[in-house]
Protein backbone atom coordinates (compact mmCIF):
# COMPACT_ATOMS: atom_id res chain seq x y z
CA UNK A 1 0.00 0.00 0.00
CA UNK A 2 0.86 3.57 -0.46
CA UNK A 3 4.04 2.87 -2.69
CA UNK A 4 3.06 5.73 -5.14
CA UNK A 5 3.57 8.32 -1.75
CA UNK A 6 6.28 10.06 -0.14
CA UNK A 7 6.79 12.41 3.02
CA UNK A 8 8.78 15.69 2.88
CA UNK A 9 9.51 18.45 5.65
CA UNK A 10 10.04 21.96 4.39
CA UNK A 11 12.66 21.99 7.42
CA UNK A 12 13.21 25.24 9.73
CA UNK A 13 15.92 26.77 7.60
CA UNK A 14 13.18 27.12 4.17
CA UNK A 15 10.39 28.26 6.60
CA UNK A 16 12.95 31.13 7.97
CA UNK A 17 14.42 31.94 4.60
CA UNK A 18 10.68 32.33 3.13
CA UNK A 19 10.87 29.59 0.54
CA UNK A 20 8.32 27.53 1.54
CA UNK A 21 6.28 28.88 -1.57
CA UNK A 22 9.67 28.52 -4.16
CA UNK A 23 10.22 25.08 -2.88
CA UNK A 24 6.40 23.74 -3.11
CA UNK A 25 6.30 25.56 -6.39
CA UNK A 26 9.27 22.85 -7.60
CA UNK A 27 7.31 20.04 -6.25
CA UNK A 28 4.15 20.81 -8.21
CA UNK A 29 5.56 21.81 -11.27
CA UNK A 30 7.75 18.44 -10.81
CA UNK A 31 4.11 16.63 -10.90
CA UNK A 32 4.08 15.61 -7.42
CA UNK A 33 -0.08 16.32 -5.83
CA UNK A 34 -0.51 17.10 -2.19
CA UNK A 35 -1.88 14.44 0.00
CA UNK A 36 -1.91 16.25 3.44
CA UNK A 37 -0.09 19.50 4.36
CA UNK A 38 0.65 20.74 7.94
CA UNK A 39 2.41 23.83 9.39
CA UNK A 40 4.01 23.10 12.57
CA UNK A 41 6.78 22.49 14.88
CA UNK A 42 8.63 19.45 16.62
CA UNK A 43 9.45 19.31 19.88
CA UNK A 44 12.98 18.38 20.92
CA UNK A 45 11.64 15.27 21.93
CA UNK A 46 9.30 15.01 19.22
CA UNK A 47 12.17 15.37 16.58
CA UNK A 48 14.16 12.68 18.42
CA UNK A 49 11.79 10.33 18.08
CA UNK A 50 11.05 11.04 14.33
CA UNK A 51 14.85 10.93 13.76
CA UNK A 52 15.22 7.40 15.60
CA UNK A 53 17.18 5.65 13.20
CA UNK A 54 20.15 8.14 12.78
CA UNK A 55 20.47 8.23 16.66
CA UNK A 56 23.75 6.28 17.21
CA UNK A 57 25.09 8.96 13.91
CA UNK A 58 27.58 11.98 15.36
CA UNK A 59 25.31 14.45 13.97
CA UNK A 60 22.26 13.50 15.97
CA UNK A 61 22.23 15.83 18.55
CA UNK A 62 22.71 18.66 15.71
CA UNK A 63 20.25 17.17 14.03
CA UNK A 64 17.11 17.33 16.60
CA UNK A 65 18.34 20.86 17.87
CA UNK A 66 17.87 21.97 14.51
CA UNK A 67 14.86 19.96 13.85
CA UNK A 68 13.50 21.33 16.93
CA UNK A 69 14.49 24.92 16.56
CA UNK A 70 11.64 26.80 14.28
CA UNK A 71 8.19 25.87 12.21
CA UNK A 72 8.33 23.41 9.61
CA UNK A 73 5.93 22.60 6.95
CA UNK A 74 4.75 18.30 6.31
CA UNK A 75 3.98 17.20 3.54
CA UNK A 76 2.11 13.84 2.25
CA UNK A 77 3.23 13.52 -2.24
CA UNK A 78 1.59 11.41 -4.39
CA UNK A 79 2.93 10.32 -7.61
CA UNK A 80 3.84 7.40 -9.69
CA UNK A 81 7.96 6.39 -8.49
CA UNK A 82 7.46 9.29 -5.87
CA UNK A 83 10.16 8.04 -3.08
CA UNK A 84 13.01 7.65 -6.29
CA UNK A 85 11.72 10.67 -8.05
CA UNK A 86 11.66 12.86 -5.55
CA UNK A 87 14.81 12.05 -3.89
CA UNK A 88 16.25 13.14 -7.46
CA UNK A 89 13.85 16.00 -7.16
CA UNK A 90 15.67 17.59 -3.77
CA UNK A 91 19.40 15.98 -4.48
CA UNK A 92 22.14 15.18 -2.47
CA UNK A 93 22.22 15.27 1.09
CA UNK A 94 25.29 17.51 1.07
CA UNK A 95 23.79 20.86 -1.32
CA UNK A 96 27.64 21.39 -2.27
CA UNK A 97 27.19 18.09 -4.30
CA UNK A 98 23.50 18.00 -5.08
CA UNK A 99 22.82 18.12 -8.58
CA UNK A 100 22.48 22.07 -10.62
CA UNK A 101 18.41 22.17 -10.95
CA UNK A 102 17.53 20.44 -7.46
CA UNK A 103 16.01 21.67 -4.25
CA UNK A 104 18.93 21.62 -1.80
CA UNK A 105 20.98 22.81 -4.78
CA UNK A 106 18.93 25.70 -4.96
CA UNK A 107 17.86 26.70 -1.79
CA UNK A 108 19.79 24.21 1.13
CA UNK A 109 22.98 26.31 3.19
CA UNK A 110 24.35 22.76 4.47
CA UNK A 111 24.24 19.56 4.85
CA UNK A 112 22.30 19.72 8.40
CA UNK A 113 19.89 22.86 7.44
CA UNK A 114 19.65 21.11 3.72
CA UNK A 115 16.41 22.77 3.10
CA UNK A 116 14.00 19.53 2.69
CA UNK A 117 13.47 15.91 4.01
CA UNK A 118 12.70 13.45 1.44
CA UNK A 119 11.33 9.52 2.58
CA UNK A 120 14.10 6.85 1.70
CA UNK A 121 11.43 3.96 0.92
CA UNK A 122 7.88 3.19 0.82
CA UNK A 123 7.85 1.57 4.23
CA UNK A 124 9.29 4.75 6.24
CA UNK A 125 7.30 6.91 3.51
CA UNK A 126 3.91 5.10 5.60
CA UNK A 127 5.67 5.50 9.10
CA UNK A 128 6.80 9.73 8.71
CA UNK A 129 3.54 10.39 7.34
CA UNK A 130 1.95 8.50 10.05
CA UNK A 131 4.01 10.73 12.27
CA UNK A 132 2.31 13.49 11.35
CA UNK A 133 -1.39 12.89 9.89
CA UNK A 134 -4.21 11.10 10.94
CA UNK A 135 -6.71 9.52 8.05
CA UNK A 136 -8.74 12.06 7.87
CA UNK A 137 -6.13 14.69 7.04
CA UNK A 138 -5.39 12.61 4.39
CA UNK A 139 -7.03 13.14 0.69
P1 LIG B 1 18.82 12.51 3.74
O1 LIG B 1 18.01 13.60 4.41
O2 LIG B 1 19.42 12.97 2.44
O3 LIG B 1 18.07 11.21 3.60
P2 LIG B 1 20.25 11.26 5.95
O4 LIG B 1 21.58 10.58 5.82
O5 LIG B 1 19.05 10.41 6.13
O6 LIG B 1 20.09 12.24 4.68
O7 LIG B 1 20.38 12.27 7.16
C1 LIG B 1 19.22 12.85 7.74
C2 LIG B 1 19.49 14.33 7.96
O8 LIG B 1 20.54 14.47 8.92
C3 LIG B 1 20.00 15.11 6.75
O9 LIG B 1 18.97 15.53 5.87
C4 LIG B 1 20.70 16.28 7.39
O10 LIG B 1 19.76 17.28 7.85
C5 LIG B 1 21.33 15.63 8.61
N1 LIG B 1 22.71 15.18 8.32
C6 LIG B 1 23.10 14.15 7.55
N2 LIG B 1 24.43 14.02 7.51
C7 LIG B 1 24.92 15.02 8.30
C8 LIG B 1 26.25 15.43 8.68
O11 LIG B 1 27.26 14.83 8.28
N3 LIG B 1 26.33 16.52 9.51
C9 LIG B 1 25.23 17.19 9.97
N4 LIG B 1 23.97 16.84 9.65
C10 LIG B 1 23.81 15.78 8.82
MG1 LIG C 1 17.32 9.98 5.07
Known amino acids: MATNRTFTMLKPDAVANGYIGGILKMINDAGFRI ?6 KLSAEAAGAFYE ?9 ELVTY ?4 PIV ?3 L ?4 AIADFRTLIGATDPTKA ?6 KIYAKSISANAVHGSDSDD ?5 G ?7 ERF
Open 78 to 81: EKEN
Open 99 to 104: DAGTIR
Open 35 to 40: AAMKYT
Open 53 to 61: VHKERPFYG
Open 74 to 76: AVI
Open 130 to 136: DFFFSKL
Open 124 to 128: NAQIE
Open 67 to 70: MSSG
